[in-house]
């Protein structure tokens, strides 16, 4: 496949509004988005740092996948997302070298990306999630 960057690194977080001062007033970055994905029950907050993206992830639903992770295993890096240029073949090609799909073909994600996730029981531990810019 053809990765081109590290779109993003997903943080799971209880409340964004209380970690807001961390990543705006000590690291100095700007929130510039703030998005509900409802198809994952999780609010996104977004900050750009070079052309990678730091994406906090709010739980908005008790069942939300997020909420079990914070439960589980507490707040702290949750994913990260790598930029493809084609992401259904992505996927097949994953799939064909023995890694378990979570989801078969994109699906909506938050800033208009198409997104889907690898099991981390077949790579290695680390929650990985393939994107693809709207073309
Ligand atoms: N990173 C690494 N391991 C993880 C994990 C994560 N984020 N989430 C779960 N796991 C591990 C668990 O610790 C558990 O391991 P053990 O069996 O060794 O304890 C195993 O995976 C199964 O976990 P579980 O709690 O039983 O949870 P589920 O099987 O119900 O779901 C997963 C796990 C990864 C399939 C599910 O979280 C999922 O489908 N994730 C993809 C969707 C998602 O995360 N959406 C939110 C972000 C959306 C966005 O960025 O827009």
Known sequence: MKI?????????VKSIEEQLPYYEGVLGLKCYNIETVEDQKVKTAFFKVGQTKIELLEPTDEEST????IEKRG???HHIAYATENLNESLEEAESKGIRLIDKQGRPGAEGLSIAFLHPKSTGGVLTELCEHPQ
């Open 75 to 77: 707040e702290g890096v």
């Open 66 to 69: 997020v909420a079990k992770f």
């Open 4 to 12: 081109t960057h590290i779109e993003h690194i997903g943080i799971a």
